[in-house]
């Protein structure tokens, strides 16, 4: 979004992702139909808003910003204190990397 829409036509983004421009607009498109599908029957503000440009990513990352944790920062911080206290368990994972990698994920 900080980089607008263009961003998808910039040699940078076929270099780092090598997806072209209309696969581009396709599953923004795409990924826009799946959510007016899976909020069928509710008004939402932000599938009318895009409604013309169909731009599924703007939309999913304002749900993902107003509905994660049911909108609420401090349901998501205590679920992030809750995950930051586990112990470390060296069975679990293969070596201290692997269970950075799995905490970020």
Same mark, same amino acid.
């Given at each position: 979004? &900080?980089?607008? %829409? *263009? @961003?998808?036509?910039?040699d ?9 421009? $209309?696969?581009? &607009?396709?599953? %923004? *498109? @795409? ?13 939402? $503000? ?16 304002k ?17 992030l ?25």
């Open positions: 979004m &900080e980089k607008g %829409l *263009d @961003y998808f036509k910039s940078a983004f076929w270099e780092q992702y090598k997806i072209s421009f $209309p696969q581009v &607009e396709f599953d %923004l *498109d @795409y990924l826009y139909g799946l959510l007016q599908a899976a909020t069928k029957g509710r008004a939402n $503000p932000y599938l009318v808003h895009h409604r013309t440009d169909r731009n599924g990513l703007e939309v999913w990352i749900f993902e910003k107003t509905y994660a944790h049911d909108g609420s920062k401090t349901i998501k911080s205590e679920e204190e809750e995950k930051v206290f586990q112990l470390y368990d060296v069975e679990a994972y293969g070596g201290i990397v692997d269970y950075i990698d799995h905490f970020e994920t």
